[in-house]
């Protein structure tokens, strides 16, 4: 079972911050936070990942709050394009993705 | 560099038979793992290789089955199929270590059984 609660979606208005929430109450020390989003059954496309601090890449920002019990992925400038849905997963040393049922994120012009 | 290469891409076939998808990694990637996605399931794990042995294996039944060669390409197997084998089967690949930038998804394969 997934370890990762989303809201299961979201709008956001063209160029704005998109923030999308995640909790995983129970992560354990050795895993990852991943976020991965899927466009019209695509094969999931790689956006971001952290363990402890704060990341940040060409596409996102990750923000994992200091317990680690949740984060939240920031999409700064949120285009047409963004519209997908989005997963959260934990992912620890040789271990499997396990996807939950994501947020499908609606961009609105 | 080349992606991650699912063939074929659309599949047709008979309830009763069997089929074989095929999956080449990034080069270098050692691990391939594969995926089921279906409207309601949604994305679920298979099996995962690396180094040609099977790593781990999510809760199907024994008609799902996989290989990896030496090369890391893999090949996924279903035997005897059912309707309900009718998905979009992904393919990702990735160094092995959790600290390398994660898994790289195939387009997929989509199997319609009839």
């Known amino acids: 079972d997934a370890k990762t609660t989303q809201p299961p979606s979201m709008d956001c208005a063209e160029g704005r911050a998109a923030n999308l929430p995640c909790n995983h109450s129970t992560i354990s020390g050795n895993e990852y936070v991943y976020w991965y989003r899927q466009i019209h059954s695509q094969g999931p496309q790689y956006i971001i990942h952290?363990?402890?601090n704060n990341e940040t890449n060409e596409m996102a920002s990750l923000i994992i709050t200091e317990d680690r019990k949740s984060s939240t992925l920031i999409l700064p400038h949120a285009t047409l394009r963004d519209t997908a849905v989005y997963y959260c997963?934990?992912?620890?040393?040789?271990?499997?993705?396990?996807f939950g049922q994501g947020t499908e994120l609606s961009v609105k012009p | 560099k080349a992606g991650v290469t699912q063939t074929p891409r659309y599949l047709i076939k008979t309830r009763g038979q069997q089929v074989t998808l095929s999956c080449s990694p990034i080069s270098g990637h050692r691990s391939v793992s594969w995926y089921q996605q279906t409207p309601g399931q949604g994305l679920q794990f298979l099996f995962e290789?690396?180094?040609?042995?099977?790593?781990n294996k999510g809760n199907f039944p024994g008609r799902f089955s996989g290989r990896q060669f030496s090369n890391s390409r893999s090949e996924m197997n279903v035997s005897t199929l059912e309707l309900g084998d009718s998905a979009l089967y992904l393919c990702?690949?990735?160094?092995?270590?959790?600290?390398?930038?994660?898994?790289?998804f195939g387009s997929g394969t989509r199997l319609t059984v009839v």
């Open positions: 290789y690396f180094s040609e042995t099977q790593r």
């Open positions: 997963i934990l992912l620890n040393q040789g271990g499997k993705l396990i």
């Open positions: 990702a690949s990735s160094w092995g270590q959790v600290e390398s930038p994660g898994y790289t």
């Open positions: 952290g363990l402890k």
